[in-house]
């Protein structure tokens, strides 16, 4: 019972942490700081890196991504150490229980730059801290991703449809990952990854990836009626 409510506490406080720490929306922060103005106001009304980028400048755009960045990796490594404490059991590798625990803190925080509790609960489509997810849970799925975003974008300089294309293939390539890297290879091993650990991935994987689907819903209805803005970044007035 002891070791259960140890649990359930790891839980709650990799979320708590995770949640926070993705409510810190830079894109908000960056644009008070350089435009005076609040990002949400301006644009599309998104509160992230395209947006800023079309809006603001490269300068703000370039921070917000790193910053954003950050935040959705220290989160996840947060929940790597948290859970990383987990006394593994039942055949349960540790490193299952810190994959778990790296996919919650990244969970929670993308729902916190989503609906940031500091900016009134409304901001960005998290796709920049999702990125920060992948990477640091699976830097294989990351690699397959970032391939994939990169052709879609070189061939239609759209943005948003590199990223909706990656949020709906993330559940298919963490299978596609943890069954061919981790699963297959390791079947004969006496503690070796149970095929749960695939399903559970990809659960995790599907899950997140449809929130950043979700809060592209006004994206896709350009998308479909063609009227989505190719990425033209916001030039700087020259000084005469």
Request: glycine fraction near 8%; charge should be positive.
């Amino acid at each position: 019972m002891n070791s259960d409510l140890t649990f359930i506490l790891r839980i709650i406080i990799t979320a708590v942490i995770a949640y926070l720490l993705g409510s810190l929306n830079f894109a908000v922060i960056f644009t008070r700081k350089n435009a005076s103005k609040d990002i949400r106001d301006m644009g599309s009304g998104n509160a992230g890196f395209t947006n800023v980028l079309r809006s603001v400048g490269v300068g703000p755009a370039v921070l917000t991504f790193i910053f954003d960045f950050l935040k959705g990796a220290i989160a996840v490594l947060i929940g790597w150490w948290i859970f990383s404490g987990v006394q593994a059991a039942d055949g349960v590798t540790l490193y299952e229980y810190t994959t778990y625990g790296r996919y919650l803190a990244g969970l929670f925080a993308v729902i916190g730059h989503m609906f940031p509790l500091f900016f009134g609960f409304k901001g960005g489509k998290g796709v920049t801290t999702t990125a920060a997810l992948m990477a640091v849970v699976d830097y294989r799925v990351f690699l397959m991703i970032i391939t994939t975003f990169l052709i879609i974008f070189f061939i239609t300089k759209i943005i948003s449809l590199g990223s909706l294309a990656c949020a709906a293939l993330y559940g298919v390539y963490a299978c596609i990952s943890t069954y061919f890297f981790d699963y297959l290879p390791n079947l004969s091993q006496p503690e070796s990854f149970r095929f749960r650990y695939v399903l559970l991935s990809a659960m995790c994987a599907v899950v997140i990836g449809s929130l950043v689907i979700v809060k592209h819903k006004d994206n896709l209805r350009r998308l479909f009626k063609g009227e989505e803005k190719r990425i033209s970044p916001k030039k700087s007035k020259s000084k005469e």
